[in-house]
């Protein structure tokens, strides 16, 4: 999985979000543990996490 920062990620709907955090938690699932998609996935996990959560503190 590509690494997604969160300014790519700030871009995108919640809809969209929602989706990808689906994608990088099934890659993150299926990969091996020492492998770079893995690492990817987890990251793009976090930044995902981030970019809702800094959204629901939005008045």
Do not use: C, W
Not at 7 to 31: C, T
Not at 34 to 59: E, F, K
Request: aromatic share 6%; net charge positive.
């Amino acid at each position: 999985m590509k690494l997604m920062t969160i300014f790519e990620l700030a871009a995108k709907p919640d809809s969209e979000l929602h989706a990808l955090y689906r994608q990088a938690f099934n890659d993150a699932a299926r990969g091996e543990r020492t492998g770079q998609d893995y690492q990817n996935a987890l990251a793009t996990l976090a930044n995902i996490r981030r970019v809702l959560n800094s959204r629901a503190l939005r008045p």
